[in-house]
């Protein structure tokens, strides 16, 4: 199922191209870091012209150029084709920065590290039933925050929109490998029955994507352990947008800020995640 | 579609064609879709009560009638447009009862009819104490239209200076229009200004939110830089312009080496980092790495930015350019938008290190304009760090003293050890104001730089008070918004402050307008009404150092009359990231002073120049190395003219 390419698929295409190094410009999501092998795992968006959306292992020159780079890290770089070698170069970790209104210090939250074990946590979802974190034990998890009633469309409902991508994506093993979370940040208006009507926009599947809320004390503690930070504002609610993934062992996996990566990438990252199976 | 509509005849400001568009999508939710009806009843209330604002007139011809709080002898003369944006904001209020947004709109728009607060249901009031101030500096008034500066305009740069040598301050503008010229109006000498924009050759440069000045070709005339791309996806060519010193100017960007690459910015700092006698240029942007430009004193730069180690990436809207430590070198601060900002400090040897963490000015990841400023006179630059957070809601949490969601405005104040202490809450300045341009300076002459900053964002929902805060003797700042009558509402972008008509006290400058056609108005020149403290201006001339004298620190030594004596500092080019004041250097001495001495330290030189005779309330010319300086014969005029009645 993986899109994987070798380094030397993509050699042969270039070199029907041109004998001439070529540079194309690149933004991938971080998968995976070997520096033995000086190479990183992305899975990176379309090179319009050149290439599909692809996860492929990429080379560097200089290993060092690896230190900047972590797991679900989004990252631009050159990619060099040579008539007989592929590199990335220039390589730059994208900070993501929101030019909407967007609560501030979200980032500056005691965060969770990456590996870290995820604190226990129960929510009601949109059948009314408890879903506790732990009854999840060894599933891969991932989690948006959203609210319902969100006006903007690549904000929440974009969210969203990459969870339902999962869900198609990876329908096989929904609920039984993979659980997808919704959780409000608006507990006051999205009850149950909301999210309800909300999650059958996505006609999700009650029982491997909940959509979760509960008391607000409990719903802001659990956001903020992910750096998700939300108060209401000019008649909405502001927030900072986070997509997480826990792994089978209850471990933070990822923690994605923004919305610039797209479903593909995500569901890569999950795929990542879903293989580690010891 | 019809939403859509709505929203092309809003920017060109065709409210009635907007409102008939809004009023359609409204009636069709109504049946449809009764989720967008509350954003479409906010759209509806905005859009009249813009409307009311233009048919009114209040865009080109402000007047008093956006003057916050507005008073009740401003009212408008036509109604119509305001009832209607009451009659929807109370829609919506009777929805979200907590909405504060809605409330201050409704609160503005029972203003604009003389209802205000009578006609402003109990709940919904915001009462007029939340906006009295609690002390005075004077009320300052618009001199604009009678002085002949007939900028009318989408968001703008400013800039006040001395560019053609005959001691008067002229202006020069550009705006974040694309399609936009530059202005250049040339001061008369009596009151009144000449557009000069085609003759100086200016007609053809279009756009660009910020522009800066100096003379860094040491030719003696004052040149300028202007700085495009800000907001903008794509980037746009920043413009050189050499001062022919004839009242022209020639686009020399592109032979001086500063035409490629296009960027995305609206700040940039000019400062001598290595102490040569030449301007170097810093420019931060938005979307790609800052670049250092190191002058070669022959027209040309060459980028070092990354030999620098200064090309860091941010969204970067705010720099200033100090010695913050006093080792003899200028540093610069970044203030960003969605980062942490940077402190870089000035390695000597062309070499930049980033210190912000260590040294405590971290910034709070929305930043926008910035200053070094020595707010309380003790020699060593402080920073002060706007916060932008377009959020009327959390703007109006000021004025009702509620905690802030936030981040406020920042001042760290510099240790004199490389490190800053957070000194905002303590000065009374953990507040949230939406500022855009800023600039300080000493107002009221008392010796401490205060305080104006331009505020709003883009949304025509956006109408806040432009703020005035006044310095007290470097304790504390106290808004003096409400009685120094400058609490504009519309959007408050460049400033500049600068003794227009050399009576001896600042006057401010600011470009008022947002970022569309429908947005543009008339910016303001607020007149200082005087105050009976003291003042000297000085002009400084670069010898070995650069001729602008940009980086010259400057300490008056004074006595007030039954006070012990004290320092007053300044900096030449020390001014805010988006608006330019002159390099002459205004500086308050307080009541019945004498001035017992004034120190100059210029850039690269270790020995200060000290004068100990000079009079107070004069124009002098100190020119580096000179044992004696020049008084400048500046004579008081009015603005407006002779014939301008003493009050507008």
């Known amino acids: 199922m993986m899109r994987t390419i070798a380094v030397a698929m993509l050699l042969c295409v270039a070199a029907e191209t041109t004998w001439a190094a070529q540079r194309y410009p690149v933004t991938g999501l971080v998968l995976k870091i070997d520096p033995t092998h000086r190479t990183f795992v992305a899975s990176c968006k379309a090179i319009p012209g050149y290439m599909d959306a692809m996860v492929m292992p990429i080379p560097v020159r200089d290993a060092k150029a690896l230190d900047a780079l972590k797991p679900s890290a989004l990252v631009d770089f050159t990619l060099v084709v040579t008539e007989d070698d592929a590199y990335a170069e220039n390589l730059q970790v994208r900070q993501y920065q929101s030019m909407e209104v967007e609560p501030l210090q979200a980032r500056r939250l005691q965060l969770l590290a990456l590996g870290a074990a995820v604190p226990d946590f129960t929510l009601v979802d949109q059948t009314g039933h408890n879903v506790r974190l732990a009854q999840l034990a060894g599933k891969v998890l991932v989690s948006s925050f959203i609210y319902t009633s969100c006006p903007l469309p690549n904000y929440c409902f974009r969210l969203s929109n990459n969870l339902a991508r999962l869900q198609k994506r990876f329908a096989d093993r929904l609920g039984r490998d993979l659980v997808l979370l919704s959780v409000s940040i608006d507990p006051a208006h999205d009850t149950p029955e ?85 | ?107 503005i728009a029972e203003m604009t009819m003389g209802a205000y607060p009578s006609g402003v249901p109990p709940r919904y009031l915001l009462p007029p104490s939340l906006f009295v101030s609690t002390e005075s500096i004077g009320r300052f008034t618009d001199a604009a239209p009678a002085a002949g500066l007939n900028l009318f305009a989408m968001a703008s740069g400013v800039v006040v200076d001395d560019f053609d040598n005959d001691g008067l301050l002229d202006v ?61 996806s794509l980037g746009q060519r920043k413009s050189l312009l050499r001062n022919n010193c004839d009242g022209t100017f020639t686009d020399v960007t592109k032979e001086s080496g ?64 100090a010695d913050y430590d006093g080792d003899g070198y200028v540093d610069f601060y970044v203030n960003n938008m969605g980062a942490n900002n940077f402190l870089y400090h000035n390695n000597h040897d062309g070499t930049f290190s980033e210190v912000a963490e260590q040294a405590g000015v971290p910034g709070v990841g929305r930043g926008f304009s910035t200053w070094f400023f020595d707010f309380d006179n003790d020699g060593w630059p402080d920073l002060f760090v706007t916060s932008y957070y377009p959020s009327i809601d959390e703007s109006i949490r000021t004025y009702q003293l509620l905690p802030h969601n936030a981040g406020t405005l920042k001042l760290y104040k510099n240790l004199g050890d490389g490190t800053f202490r957070d000194v905002t809450r303590e000065t009374g300045l953990d507040k949230v104001f939406m500022p855009m341009g800023g600039n300080f300076g000493d107002l009221d002459n008392d010796g401490y730089p205060d305080i104006y900053m331009g505020t709003g964002n883009p949304s025509y929902s956006a109408l806040l008070p432009n703020v005035m805060l006044h ?178």
């Open chain 2, 471 to 648: 310095n007290k003797e470097g304790a504390s700042f106290v808004d003096v918004t409400a009685s120094s009558g400058t609490g504009e509402l519309h959007k408050g972008h460049g400033v500049a402050m600068a003794d227009f008509d050399n009576d001896g006290d600042l006057d401010i400058l600011t470009s008022i307008g947002g970022a569309v056609p429908g947005d543009s108005h008339a910016f303001r020149l607020f007149e200082n009404p005087g105050n009976g403290n003291d003042w000297i201006v000085l002009r400084l001339v670069g010898v070995k150092a650069n001729r602008s004298a940009i980086g010259a620190r400057i300490k008056v030594t004074v006595k007030n009359e039954g006070r012990a004596a004290r320092a007053v500092y300044s900096t030449v080019g020390g001014q805010g990231s988006f608006g330019g004041s002159p390099l002459r250097q205004h500086i308050g001495l307080g009541k019945s002073a004498q001035i017992q001495q004034i120190e100059i330290r210029w850039p690269g030189n270790p020995v200060p120049q000290v004068f100990s005779n000079a009079g107070k309330n004069q124009f002098i010319e100190i020119k580096e190395f000179a044992t004696e300086y020049t008084k400048l014969d500046y004579r008081p005029y009015r603005l407006g003219g002779s014939s301008r009645r003493s009050e507008p």
């Open chain 2, 172 to 232: 020069m503008t550009s705006s974040y229009d694309t399609c936009g010229p530059m202005r250049y109006f040339h001061n008369n000498g009596d009151g009144t200004f000449a557009d000069r924009s085609a003759e100086a050759g200016l007609s053809g440069q279009l756009g660009g939110l910020n522009l800066i000045q100096a003379d860094y070709n040491n030719d003696g005339c004052l040149d300028v830089l202007v700085l495009r791309g800000a907001w903008e």
């Open chain 2, 1 to 107: 579609m019809h939403v859509a509509r709505g929203q092309l005849h809003a920017y060109k400001g065709e409210m009635t064609r907007a409102i008939a568009q809004y009023e359609i999508a409204y009636h069709i939710a109504s049946a449809d879709d009764a989720r967008v009806l509350p954003s479409l009843e906010e759209a509806l209330g905005i859009l009249n009560l813009h409307a009311a604002e233009m048919e009114n007139d209040v865009y080109r011809n402000p007047g008093d009638k956006c003057i916050f709080p507005i008073s009740p002898a401003m009212r408008y003369k036509e109604t119509a447009h305001a009832e209607k944006a009451v009659q929807h904001f109370l829609k919506i209020l009777a929805g979200q009862p907590d909405n504060t947004e809605a409330k201050w709109l409704l609160n």
């Open chain 1, 194 to 278: 909301v999210l309800a009507r909300y999650a059958a926009t996505w006609r999700a599947d009650a029982k491997s994507w909940h959509f979760l809320t509960g008391p607000e004390p409990q719903v802001k503690a659990v956001c903020r352990s992910f750096g998700v930070n939300f108060w209401p504002d000019e008649g909405a609610l502001t927030h900072s947008l986070h997509t997480i993934i826990i792994d089978r062992h209850g471990k933070l996996a990822a923690n994605f800020e923004g919305n610039e990566f797209t479903a593909e990438q995500l569901g890569d990252f999950v795929e990542a995640v879903l293989g580690q199976r010891e």
């Open chain 2, 258 to 321: 500063l035409a490629v690459p296009a960027t995305n910015t609206q700040a940039a700092v000019w400062a001598d980092i290595n102490n040569d006698g030449l301007l170097d240029l810093f420019v931060v942007n938005e979307t790609g790495p800052s670049q250092l430009f190191l002058n070669k004193g022959n027209g040309t730069f060459q980028d070092i930015s990354h030999s620098a180690g200064i090309d860091r990436t941010a969204f970067s809207k705010g720099v200033t350019a």
